[in-house]
């Protein structure tokens, strides 16, 4: 099938090579030329697992190619897919400026019967003003079909490849066969496909990724209760996570959830449900639980130190919302870093993916400084501060550690070292909900 991806961040490449590693030929077009240019030598701009080989493979076998024409894009596609940003407001709502201005323009040079699938995260009735917009300058057929992604950066390939479910949301008997043709060489076990109203799939991607935030912003809180009632989240998270009606799943408490997703989609359902003049009361306390999260663990280092961390160094492992990607969007590092520099703190910090695109955009916080390993953060440290479980943070060297560190207190955000092993070499440990 001929595809077209308007727009190569993350949604947008992951699909495009996907779909051209199951044999569809993929059109993937963008305005931003140095971008495109790169994504045609084979650099897939971002960091994600698999994409770069599979980005190369397919390239060399002639079945994606890069473009910034929207016109040749729109003319040689079946089915183009909208994979562009819908950042957030302020007060929350979504900006739709770039899905609605595509398609006003796309709307110019569609010459046969196309599906438009909108991919992006976006409110209820979006695809009713996608249809609107073109309707009103093309006579030729089309649909407009709502497809949500469900990708976990660090997990986007696997994801995309044996994908859990895939939602097509159309009203259109024709739209919901070509796309679940489309789909049908991800189901090869088991069929998988659900098909809805375009208002029910915009609507299912949003309390998607609430529920999810939910789960963390609630386990947070017990952990929080946890640590004033001496009890010990791991325990209480193995027993509740044993319920099978509530499963193990996002039941691990932390600094706080960060991504391109859950902050902007908890904060988009909530405006959506304003204008349709609901009071979403859960959803606003989810996310100032979040919110509160990132502070508090601040707080707690502050508070070791009985406020005072002015000219103490304090090394941080982890900028990076999570773990296998460089997106630093909402990342929890963010606050916890501008906190302890505005305390006097001098900061030194490592990620193995994340620290370009941290230095790009928080690089003039005053005493950051990114280092070239883990063990360098640590030296002359008063205290180790873990924001980002990556794998190699997971067993470190005590001995080299203590060498290095001035002081030997450790901060775990993400609970993945054993207090007792640490204690009993010497460290003061702090965890979430311990």
Known sequence: MKLGIIGTGYVGLVSGVCFAENGNEVICMDVDEKKIKRLKQGDPVIYEPQVKELLGKNISEGRITFSTSLKDTAQNSEVIFL??????????????????????????????????????????????????????????????????????????????????????????????EIMRELYSSFMRVSERIIIMDEHSSELTKYASNSMLAMRISFMNEIANICELAKADIDMVRTGIGSDARIGNSFLFPGVGYGGSCFPKDVKGLISTSEEFGYDFRLLKAIDEVNVNQKLRFAEKILNHFKGNIKGKTIAVWGLSYKPRTDD?????????????????????????????????????????????????????????????????????????????????????????YKPELLKAEGFTYYGIGK
Request: proline letters at 5%.
């Open 328 to 416: 630093i969007r909402e990342a929890p590092a963010i606050t916890i870093i501008k906190k302890l520099s505005e305390a006097g703190a001098n900061i030194q910090a490592f990620d193995p993916a994340a620290m370009d695109n941290f230095r790009e955009q928080f690089g003039k916080i005053p005493n950051l400084k990114f280092c070239k390993s883990n063990y360098d953060a640590l030296k002359d440290a008063s205290a180790l501060v873990l924001i980002t479980e990556w794998n190699e943070f997971r067993n470190p060297d005590i001995d080299k550690m203590k060498s290095l560190m001035k002081e030997h207190v450790v901060f775990d955000g993400r609970n993945i």
């Open 83 to 176: 994979c562009l940003p819908t950042p957030p407001y302020e007060d929350g709502s979504v900006d739709l400026s770039r899905v609605l201005d595509v398609s006003d323009k796309m709307a110019e040079h569609i010459n046969g019967y196309k599906i438009i699938v909108s991919k992006s995260t976006v409110p209820v009735g979006t695809c009713d003003r996608i249809r609107e917009i073109i309707s009103k300058k093309t006579k030729h057929e089309f649909d407009v079909v709502s497809n949500p992604e469900f990708l976990k950066e660090g997990a986007a390939v696997n994801d995309f490849m044996s994908p859990d479910r895939v939602v097509i949301g159309t009203s259109s008997r024709k739209a919901a």
